[in-house]
């Protein structure tokens, strides 16, 4: 399947499986501080926002210091990262380092995706080293949604305040 067609299947799935299982819940979506590429986190935004989730898009180039600031002030459901410039899977491994050092995000649920290196869909060896570093799911290039999809379901409901 091209990109195309993959990102037209995406759309149609989230759009498809419409439900209200996100309601009331608060999901940042953020690229990492080099990436200047945005479709990827509108696509996301779309996606999330499809399935119920109230979204927090921070953009394109996010400071590592800005995404702690919000997760540590806005406590989301969720955060997924999104990156295809390449620099993924290095910016990836600092930046939830940083975030895991805060108590009180260790248990945050984190997910990152899109291109994460330079070695296209067959090159999966970043996914073991980020999930070891704290990420609690690694979607490669070319993996479809339906991962995604399934890893947002497992997510545990938070207590009502
Ligand atoms: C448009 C574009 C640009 C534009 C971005 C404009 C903008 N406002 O976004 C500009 C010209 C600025 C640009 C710059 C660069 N780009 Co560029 N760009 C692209 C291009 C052509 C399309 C990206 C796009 O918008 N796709 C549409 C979105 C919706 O799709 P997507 O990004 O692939 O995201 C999908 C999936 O990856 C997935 N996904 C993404 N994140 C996540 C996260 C999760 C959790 C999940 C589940 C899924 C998921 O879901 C999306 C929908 O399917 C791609 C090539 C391509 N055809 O993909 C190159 C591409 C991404 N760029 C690339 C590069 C190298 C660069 C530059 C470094 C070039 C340079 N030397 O300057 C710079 C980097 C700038 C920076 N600081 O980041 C490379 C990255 C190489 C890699 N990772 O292997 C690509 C792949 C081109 C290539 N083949 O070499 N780029």
Redesign the pocket.
């Known amino acids: 399947m091209n990109?195309y067609a993959?990102?037209s299947s995406?759309l149609a799935d989230a759009a498809v499986d419409y439900s209200p299982e996100g309601r009331g819940r608060t999901v940042v979506v953020t690229s990492l501080a080099?990436?200047?590429?945005?479709?990827?986190l509108?696509?996301?935004q779309l996606f999330l926002e499809e399935l119920g989730y109230d979204v927090v898009n921070l953009g394109p180039?996010v400071p590592d210091e800005l995404l702690v600031e919000e997760c540590r002030a806005r406590r989301p459901d969720l955060v997924?990262?999104?990156?295809?410039?390449?620099h993924g899977y290095q910016e990836g491994l600092r930046v939830i380092r940083e975030l895991r050092a805060h108590g009180e995000l260790v248990d945050l649920p984190m997910?990152?995706?899109?291109?994460l290196?330079?070695g296209?869909a067959q090159d999966t060896r970043y996914a073991e080293e980020l999930m070891v570093a704290g990420f609690d799911l690694v979607?490669e290039?070319g993996a479809g949604?339906s991962a995604?999809r399934h890893f947002i379901e497992s997510l545990p409901q938070r207590a009502l305040p």
């Open positions: 990109e993959e990102l995406d080099s990436d200047s590429h945005t479709w990827n509108v696509f996301l180039c997924v990262v999104s990156s295809v410039n390449g997910a990152i995706g899109g291109k290196g330079v296209g979607i290039e949604t995604f």
